[in-house]
């Protein structure tokens, strides 16, 4: 339980706050507090500061409290429930730090999202917040949901055969998708992973590709391979596409086929037309996984073209076994203008796009996915 303390008290307290690694509070007024929390191994804390403060600045400017670093110690001044939040922010951190792992800005913006779902512990209620985001654990390093609607999409893709995917840019749904994909093929829950998109350019036309087919597909499925590469060992990747336990199979191509023991991806889903959807969701075999994500306001597709995805989002709503999570900007995980940039656009388009699936997005975020259950 914190202490209370006199504002001319908080040096003092500070200074045997660093030698006993204890976490003390006192209030500067009547509406505000101020946390003092120590670290016992400066190296660490200034890791967990981040390069001249920034990790700080950042839980400053989303939680409206007031940061200052003193050695190895941090001072929080504000509301008091936001100052309860950033210490469990940074104590959360820490321990992460201490077990070896890496610490990114992503890593700090989805503690902050986590500890702001989570609520403030003066009203807790066991039964509403979750204690920690879920996490997927891959022999290179784990990967956890950063946002609540991460969160909702790794509990769909666990619980269900086949999952939508649908929201903005940026909001990590190939990353999730591939990182869960591995985990099942290092498992040996699978016998491969299928990585597939429909090949439509974003508004130009590159005309002529060279190469065999893996070559011609490659650029549209960048994204994906950055994932790949990311999340498993280079050579292991390399090894794995010789070997076809990962294959790259283009949408036109997977006609006739019957997808078993393996996790299929369709990225970028939002370019497929109605019959490519239909034609590639009924690929799905025994004992197989198939991932579906995209955007429905990027559509690359000709004009008069319906996008496949969603019209089987929208038909294969309530059916059992599907499931469907829908992020919204509050998920992006990019830089913090991505998301300032997607809000944007979508008041733009608002106006005109009130009828399709797109526009009716944002009315059903809130709950992520019928299909997700907690």
């Known amino acids: 339980m914190c202490q209370l303390w006199l504002a001319s008290e908080v ?28 670290f016992d191994d400066n190296r660490l804390a200034s890791t967990l500061f981040g390069q001249y403060g920034q ?23 504000g509301p008091r429930d936001a100052c309860e939040q950033a210490r469990r922010i940074l104590e959360g951190l820490y321990e992460e730090l201490k077990r070896g792992r890496d610490l990114t800005s992503g890593d700090v913006e989805g ?14 209620d066991a039964g509403a917040p979750r204690t920690r985001f879920e996490e997927i654990n891959l022999r290179k390093r784990p990967v956890r949901a950063r946002t609540p609607g991460q969160d909702a999409y790794i509990r769909a893709m666990r619980r269900n055969a ?37 090949a439509v350019e974003a508004g130009e036309r590159l005309g002529f590709l060279p190469g065999d087919m893996r070559e011609k597909v490659d650029p549209y499925l960048r994204p994906v391979y950055d994932a790949l590469f990311d999340l ?41 037309t109605s019959m490519q959807m239909k034609m590639f ?73 009130g009828n399709n699936f797109g526009g009716n997005i944002g009315n059903r975020a809130a709950s992520h996915s019928g299909k997700a259950a907690p």
């Open 11 to 38: 040096d003092e307290l500070a200074r045997r706050a660093s030698e006993a690694g204890s976490l003390v509070a006192s209030p500067v007024e009547s509406e505000t507090t101020q946390i003092v929390v120590a």
């Open 55 to 77: 990790n700080l600045a950042l839980i400053e400017r989303r939680l409206g409290v007031v940061a200052e670093q003193r050695g190895n110690h941090v001072t929080v001044a």
């Open 111 to 124: 503690a902050i999202r986590l500890a702001i779902a989570q609520g403030s512990l003066f009203d807790f």
């Open 162 to 198: 086949l999952v939508f995917g649908l929201g903005p840019a940026g909001t990590g749904k190939t990353w999730l998708a591939v990182a869960y994909a591995i985990s099942l093929l290092e498992r040996k829950e699978v016998d491969r992973i299928i990585l597939s998109r429909p």
């Open 232 to 272: 498993m060992d280079a050579r292991i990747v390399e090894r794995a596409l010789e070997t076809n336990e990962i294959e790259i199979a283009p949408l036109a191509f997977m006609r006739g086929r019957t997808l078993a023991n393996a996790v299929v991806i369709l990225d970028e889903a939002q370019n497929a």
């Open 281 to 353: 969701l009924t690929r799905l075999g025994e004992n197989s996984r198939m991932i579906v994500n995209g955007d429905p306001s990027q559509i690359d597709l000709p004009p008069g073209q319906i996008s496949g995805l969603a019209e089987a989002a929208r038909l294969l709503e309530d059916v059992e076994g599907i499931g469907r999570v829908v992020f919204t900007q509050a998920d992006v995980i990019r830089h913090e203008l991505v998301a300032k940039i997607v809000a944007a656009y979508d008041r733009a388009a608002r106006p005109q796009s």
